[in-house]
């Protein structure tokens, strides 16, 4: 009989037992949401941020700075790690999938009919033009190509065919070899202009005018990064011209604020006065891309 109650004791324990951990387990698991898978994103894809966002140096490490909401990215890489790799600009970053995967991705919408032609081995002018608020000029052809600088429309730039043919890369974009004060790079044909097509774009000079290297590209206020091809960063300088005195040097990356310019030298290269809270001098513009306020 004691037995008997024993076993019965034993069952009703373990019966027990097994209601309690029921419970916690189905209070957890109804707590519990799966994580959002990532959205589509393909390499090449341009998306524009739907908040800030952290813009990291590398994979799991320091942030460099906050992107803005409302800044477009384009996509370098596939998905590593829960991060992408991405350009902004001229820098080289990587962004968390699900800050990426909130924003809208523009690259079906934003590009114009692709119509520039050109014969073969020429070496003539031709304009940028249809982007409405610049052109990224790259060392290499395809969107993760370093951007060298970026041309507003109607900035006019010459062929390299007799050089080198085109480019076309995973996306159908076909990259045209140009030059631009003296520097050699290419322009995806979305972006290229003959000239008759050109006033469309309110650029009605653009085929015979070229723009000035010195326009201002920045304003008082802003905020600017340094960003070269080399990473030794730049000199500040007492004048706005490379034989004027050297008050210090900029590393790259920093940011600092522009408090007036382009100064243009004797060779037409503009130059701003900016303030890195310590030192007040001038800096080319050729190494110069917008940053966030840090």
């Given at each position: 009989?004691?037995?008997?109650?024993?076993?019965?004791?034993?069952?009703?324990?373990?019966?027990?037992?097994?209601?309690?951990?029921?419970?916690?387990?189905?209070?957890?698991?109804?707590?519990?949401?799966?994580?959002?898978?990532?959205?589509?994103?393909?390499?090449?894809?341009?998306?524009?941020?739907?908040?800030?966002?952290?813009?990291?140096?590398?994979?799991?490490?320091?942030?460099?700075?906050?992107?803005?909401?409302?800044?477009?990215?384009?996509?370098?890489?596939?998905?590593?790690?829960?991060?992408?790799?991405?350009?902004?600009?001229?820098?080289?970053?990587?962004?968390?999938?699900?800050?990426?995967?909130?924003?809208?991705?523009?690259?079906?919408?934003?590009?114009?009919?692709?119509?520039?032609?050109?014969?073969?081995?020429?070496?003539?002018?031709?304009?940028?033009?249809?982007?409405?608020?610049?052109?990224?000029?790259?060392?290499?052809?395809?969107?993760?190509?370093?951007?060298?600088?970026?041309?507003?429309?109607?900035?006019?730039?010459?062929?390299?065919?007799?050089?080198?043919?085109?480019?076309?890369?995973?996306?159908?974009?076909?990259?045209?070899?140009?030059?631009?004060?003296?520097?050699?790079?290419?322009?995806?044909?979305?972006?290229?202009?003959?000239?008759?097509?050109?006033?469309?774009?309110?650029?009605?000079?653009?085929?015979?005018?070229?723009?000035?290297?010195?326009?201002?590209?920045?304003?008082?206020?802003?905020?600017?990064?340094?960003?070269?091809?080399?990473?030794?960063?730049?000199?500040?300088?007492?004048?706005?011209?490379?034989d004027a005195e050297k008050l210090g040097t900029l590393a790259e990356g920093e940011v600092v604020e522009v408090l007036d310019g382009p100064a243009?030298?004797?060779?037409?290269?503009?130059w701003y006065k900016i303030t890195d809270g310590d030192t007040t001098g001038y800096v080319t513009g050729t190494w110069l891309v917008a940053a966030?306020?840090?």
């Amino acid at each position: 009989m004691r037995t008997a109650q024993r076993f019965v004791v034993r069952r009703m324990r373990a019966f027990s037992t097994a209601m309690v951990l029921a419970l916690i387990l189905g209070t957890s698991l109804s707590g519990y949401t799966p994580r959002a898978a990532a959205a589509d994103i393909e390499k090449y894809d341009h998306i524009t941020l739907a908040q800030n966002t952290p813009f990291y140096a590398e994979i799991g490490g320091d942030v460099k700075w906050d992107l803005p909401e409302g800044d477009e990215v384009v996509v370098l890489t596939g998905q590593k790690d829960g991060f992408y790799r991405v350009a902004w600009g001229k820098q080289r970053g990587y962004v968390k999938a699900e800050d990426l995967s909130s924003g809208t991705n523009t690259s079906s919408d934003e590009l114009p009919e692709d119509t520039f032609t050109a014969p073969d081995g020429s070496t003539g002018e031709v304009t940028v033009a249809h982007s409405g608020n610049g052109v990224n000029f790259r060392a290499d052809a395809g969107y993760d190509g370093k951007v060298i600088d970026q041309l507003s429309d109607g900035t006019v730039v010459t062929l390299r065919l007799d050089e080198e043919d085109t480019v076309t890369d995973d996306t159908g974009a076909v990259w045209w070899p140009v030059s631009h004060n003296d520097e050699d790079g290419w322009i995806a044909g979305y972006y290229l202009s003959n000239g008759e097509d050109v006033a469309a774009d309110n650029n009605t000079e653009a085929d015979t005018t070229a723009a000035d290297s010195s326009a201002a590209r920045f304003v008082a206020g802003d905020f600017v990064a340094v960003q070269t091809d080399d990473g030794t960063g730049i000199n500040i300088r007492a004048e706005a011209s490379a034989d004027a005195e050297k008050l210090g040097t900029l590393a790259e990356g920093e940011v600092v604020e522009v408090l007036d310019g382009p100064a243009t030298d004797d060779s037409g290269d503009g130059w701003y006065k900016i303030t890195d809270g310590d030192t007040t001098g001038y800096v080319t513009g050729t190494w110069l891309v917008a940053a966030p306020q840090p």
